[in-house]
Protein backbone atom coordinates (compact mmCIF):
# COMPACT_ATOMS: atom_id res chain seq x y z
CA UNK A 1 0.00 0.00 0.00
CA UNK A 2 1.10 3.94 0.21
CA UNK A 3 2.79 5.84 2.67
CA UNK A 4 3.11 9.32 2.79
CA UNK A 5 6.36 11.05 5.45
CA UNK A 6 5.76 14.63 5.88
CA UNK A 7 7.73 16.99 7.79
CA UNK A 8 7.81 16.90 11.72
CA UNK A 9 6.27 19.92 13.45
CA UNK A 10 5.22 22.31 14.78
CA UNK A 11 6.23 24.96 12.42
CA UNK A 12 6.61 28.33 13.80
CA UNK A 13 7.01 31.35 11.68
CA UNK A 14 6.66 34.86 11.74
CA UNK A 15 4.28 36.57 9.29
CA UNK A 16 5.54 37.16 5.60
CA UNK A 17 8.03 34.21 5.84
CA UNK A 18 8.70 31.76 3.91
CA UNK A 19 6.98 28.34 3.93
CA UNK A 20 8.34 24.90 3.41
CA UNK A 21 6.77 21.76 4.49
CA UNK A 22 8.32 18.68 3.14
CA UNK A 23 6.37 15.48 1.79
CA UNK A 24 7.64 12.22 0.20
CA UNK A 25 5.48 9.25 -0.58
CA UNK A 26 5.69 5.34 -1.91
CA UNK A 27 3.16 3.97 -3.67
CA UNK A 28 2.66 1.26 -6.41
CA UNK A 29 1.80 2.68 -9.74
CA UNK A 30 1.31 6.89 -9.87
CA UNK A 31 -0.89 8.02 -7.46
CA UNK A 32 -2.83 11.56 -7.28
CA UNK A 33 -1.20 13.31 -4.31
CA UNK A 34 -2.77 15.96 -2.36
CA UNK A 35 -2.63 18.48 0.15
CA UNK A 36 -5.23 18.95 3.12
CA UNK A 37 -5.86 21.58 5.72
CA UNK A 38 -7.58 22.03 8.58
CA UNK A 39 -8.34 24.96 10.60
CA UNK A 40 -8.82 24.66 13.97
CA UNK A 41 -12.27 22.96 14.93
CA UNK A 42 -13.04 22.70 11.32
CA UNK A 43 -12.87 19.45 8.85
CA UNK A 44 -10.04 19.16 6.35
CA UNK A 45 -10.19 21.00 3.05
CA UNK A 46 -8.38 20.34 -0.13
CA UNK A 47 -5.85 23.11 -0.34
CA UNK A 48 -4.38 21.72 -4.04
CA UNK A 49 -3.77 18.81 -5.92
CA UNK A 50 -1.22 17.49 -8.74
CA UNK A 51 -2.75 14.33 -10.33
CA UNK A 52 0.59 13.35 -12.45
CA UNK A 53 4.62 14.09 -12.81
CA UNK A 54 5.11 17.67 -12.98
CA UNK A 55 2.17 18.78 -12.22
CA UNK A 56 2.13 21.85 -9.98
CA UNK A 57 -1.00 22.34 -7.98
CA UNK A 58 -1.82 25.81 -6.69
CA UNK A 59 -4.60 27.94 -4.46
CA UNK A 60 -4.49 30.87 -1.96
CA UNK A 61 -0.62 31.56 -2.62
CA UNK A 62 0.65 28.02 -1.63
CA UNK A 63 2.14 25.40 -4.42
CA UNK A 64 3.49 22.46 -4.86
CA UNK A 65 4.87 20.18 -7.65
CA UNK A 66 4.78 16.37 -7.81
CA UNK A 67 8.22 14.97 -8.48
CA UNK A 68 8.39 11.31 -9.49
CA UNK A 69 12.06 11.22 -9.53
CA UNK A 70 12.11 11.70 -5.93
CA UNK A 71 8.76 10.90 -4.91
CA UNK A 72 8.09 14.04 -3.24
CA UNK A 73 5.33 16.90 -3.22
CA UNK A 74 6.77 19.41 -0.88
CA UNK A 75 4.26 22.31 0.03
CA UNK A 76 5.36 25.70 -0.35
CA UNK A 77 3.85 29.47 0.27
CA UNK A 78 6.08 32.81 -0.38
CA UNK A 79 4.79 34.81 2.21
CA UNK A 80 2.28 33.77 5.24
CA UNK A 81 -0.27 35.07 6.98
CA UNK A 82 -1.20 34.48 10.61
CA UNK A 83 -4.69 33.37 8.76
CA UNK A 84 -2.59 30.17 7.36
CA UNK A 85 -1.98 29.01 10.95
CA UNK A 86 -3.58 25.67 10.74
CA UNK A 87 -2.76 21.63 10.37
CA UNK A 88 -1.44 20.55 7.17
CA UNK A 89 -1.94 16.77 5.74
CA UNK A 90 -0.09 15.92 2.70
CA UNK A 91 -1.86 12.36 1.33
CA UNK A 92 -1.80 9.72 -1.67
CA UNK A 93 -4.84 8.24 -3.29
CA UNK A 94 -4.52 5.44 -5.63
CA UNK A 95 -7.68 4.05 -7.13
CA UNK A 96 -9.95 1.12 -5.82
CA UNK A 97 -13.00 -0.57 -7.84
CA UNK A 98 -15.79 -2.14 -6.37
CA UNK A 99 -18.80 -2.54 -8.20
CA UNK A 100 -17.61 -0.86 -11.45
CA UNK A 101 -17.28 2.37 -9.20
CA UNK A 102 -13.71 3.66 -8.86
CA UNK A 103 -13.04 6.00 -6.17
CA UNK A 104 -9.51 6.80 -4.20
CA UNK A 105 -8.76 5.74 -0.54
CA UNK A 106 -6.58 8.58 0.24
CA UNK A 107 -3.34 7.67 2.70
CA UNK A 108 -2.63 10.75 4.92
CA UNK A 109 0.72 11.91 6.07
CA UNK A 110 1.01 12.60 9.91
CA UNK A 111 0.30 16.08 9.27
CA UNK A 112 1.95 19.72 10.46
CA UNK A 113 1.19 21.90 12.55
CA UNK A 114 1.79 25.85 11.32
CA UNK A 115 1.36 28.62 13.51
CA UNK A 116 2.20 31.97 12.04
CA UNK A 117 3.11 34.86 14.34
CA UNK A 118 2.22 38.86 13.83
CA UNK B 1 -19.50 22.96 -3.17
CA UNK B 2 -20.10 19.79 -1.61
CA UNK B 3 -20.81 19.59 1.89
CA UNK B 4 -20.95 16.77 4.66
CA UNK B 5 -22.01 17.04 8.04
CA UNK B 6 -21.76 15.02 11.14
CA UNK B 7 -24.03 14.44 14.29
CA UNK B 8 -22.94 14.75 17.08
CA UNK B 9 -19.77 17.33 16.99
CA UNK B 10 -19.03 16.08 19.95
CA UNK B 11 -20.39 13.36 23.05
CA UNK B 12 -19.41 12.38 26.62
CA UNK B 13 -20.15 8.61 27.35
CA UNK B 14 -20.23 6.56 29.98
CA UNK B 15 -17.75 3.21 29.69
CA UNK B 16 -19.55 -0.25 28.50
CA UNK B 17 -21.75 2.29 26.22
CA UNK B 18 -22.62 2.72 22.72
CA UNK B 19 -22.54 5.67 20.80
CA UNK B 20 -23.89 6.22 16.94
CA UNK B 21 -22.18 9.20 14.98
CA UNK B 22 -23.88 9.71 11.66
CA UNK B 23 -22.38 10.90 8.56
CA UNK B 24 -24.90 12.76 6.30
CA UNK B 25 -24.10 14.19 2.30
CA UNK B 26 -26.34 16.94 2.25
CA UNK B 27 -26.39 18.13 -1.22
CA UNK B 28 -25.11 14.82 -3.33
CA UNK B 29 -25.68 11.46 -3.00
CA UNK B 30 -22.61 9.21 -1.66
CA UNK B 31 -22.75 5.77 -2.69
CA UNK B 32 -19.16 5.81 -0.83
CA UNK B 33 -17.89 7.09 2.58
CA UNK B 34 -15.28 6.54 4.47
CA UNK B 35 -14.85 6.77 8.13
CA UNK B 36 -11.35 8.11 10.06
CA UNK B 37 -9.91 7.84 13.22
CA UNK B 38 -7.55 10.63 14.10
CA UNK B 39 -5.46 10.73 17.42
CA UNK B 40 -4.23 13.69 18.91
CA UNK B 41 -1.34 15.15 16.59
CA UNK B 42 -1.56 12.40 14.47
CA UNK B 43 -2.65 11.43 11.11
CA UNK B 44 -5.62 10.28 10.25
CA UNK B 45 -6.07 6.64 9.61
CA UNK B 46 -8.46 5.11 7.50
CA UNK B 47 -10.90 2.61 9.64
CA UNK B 48 -13.18 1.27 7.19
CA UNK B 49 -15.10 2.04 4.20
CA UNK B 50 -18.59 2.34 3.84
CA UNK B 51 -20.59 1.20 0.40
CA UNK B 52 -24.11 1.84 0.05
CA UNK B 53 -26.33 -1.11 0.30
CA UNK B 54 -23.86 -3.31 1.31
CA UNK B 55 -21.23 -4.17 3.80
CA UNK B 56 -18.42 -2.07 4.95
CA UNK B 57 -14.99 -3.03 3.91
CA UNK B 58 -12.44 -2.54 6.98
CA UNK B 59 -8.94 -2.08 6.98
CA UNK B 60 -6.52 -4.34 8.86
CA UNK B 61 -6.78 -3.97 12.35
CA UNK B 62 -10.25 -2.33 12.79
CA UNK B 63 -12.73 -4.43 14.96
CA UNK B 64 -15.67 -4.85 12.50
CA UNK B 65 -17.98 -5.97 15.68
CA UNK B 66 -16.79 -2.89 17.98
CA UNK B 67 -17.10 -0.30 14.90
CA UNK B 68 -19.94 -0.84 13.66
CA UNK B 69 -20.90 0.81 10.34
CA UNK B 70 -24.56 1.25 8.26
CA UNK B 71 -24.65 2.85 5.29
CA UNK B 72 -28.39 2.93 4.56
CA UNK B 73 -29.18 5.59 1.98
CA UNK B 74 -27.05 7.69 -0.37
CA UNK B 75 -26.54 10.38 2.00
CA UNK B 76 -26.21 8.72 4.93
CA UNK B 77 -23.95 6.24 6.91
CA UNK B 78 -23.36 5.82 10.66
CA UNK B 79 -20.50 4.55 13.00
CA UNK B 80 -21.77 3.11 15.90
CA UNK B 81 -19.06 2.20 18.67
CA UNK B 82 -19.91 -0.37 20.59
CA UNK B 83 -19.74 -0.85 24.22
CA UNK B 84 -17.11 1.71 24.44
CA UNK B 85 -14.16 2.10 26.38
CA UNK B 86 -11.71 4.66 27.29
CA UNK B 87 -9.01 3.53 24.79
CA UNK B 88 -11.95 4.49 21.80
CA UNK B 89 -11.64 7.67 22.83
CA UNK B 90 -10.92 9.64 19.75
CA UNK B 91 -11.70 12.45 16.55
CA UNK B 92 -14.23 10.52 14.04
CA UNK B 93 -14.21 11.91 10.72
CA UNK B 94 -15.93 10.74 7.57
CA UNK B 95 -15.77 11.64 4.31
CA UNK B 96 -18.15 11.14 1.38
CA UNK B 97 -16.97 9.95 -2.38
CA UNK B 98 -18.92 12.87 -4.68
CA UNK B 99 -19.55 10.46 -7.91
CA UNK B 100 -19.61 13.36 -10.41
CA UNK B 101 -15.94 14.30 -9.44
CA UNK B 102 -15.31 11.09 -11.00
CA UNK B 103 -11.67 9.56 -11.48
CA UNK B 104 -8.87 11.65 -11.62
CA UNK B 105 -10.52 14.65 -11.87
CA UNK B 106 -11.29 17.23 -8.65
CA UNK B 107 -11.57 16.10 -5.36
CA UNK B 108 -13.77 13.20 -5.21
CA UNK B 109 -13.62 13.07 -1.02
CA UNK B 110 -15.55 15.70 0.95
CA UNK B 111 -14.47 15.70 4.59
CA UNK B 112 -17.28 16.32 7.55
CA UNK B 113 -16.13 18.60 10.62
CA UNK B 114 -15.73 15.63 12.86
CA UNK B 115 -17.02 13.99 16.04
CA UNK B 116 -15.34 14.34 19.22
CA UNK B 117 -15.48 10.91 21.22
CA UNK B 118 -14.50 10.83 24.89
CA UNK B 119 -15.36 8.06 26.76
CA UNK B 120 -15.16 8.57 30.50
Not at chain 1, 5 to 33: D, H, K, R
Not at chain 1, 92 to 107: E, Q, V
Not at chain 2, 10 to 25: A, F, Q, Y
Amino acid sequence: GNSVTQMEGPVTLSEEAFLTINCTYTATGYPSLFWYVQYPGEGLQLLLKATKADDKGSNKGFEATYRKETTSFHLEKGSVQVSDSAVYFCAARTLTNAGGTSYGKLTFGQGTILTVHP
Amino acid sequence: GAVVSQHPSWVICKSGTSVKIECRSLDFQATTMFWYRQFPKQSLMLMATSNEGSKATYEQGVEKDKFLINHASLTLSTLTVTSAHPEDSSFYICSAHHPLQGVRKDNEQFFGPGTRLTVL
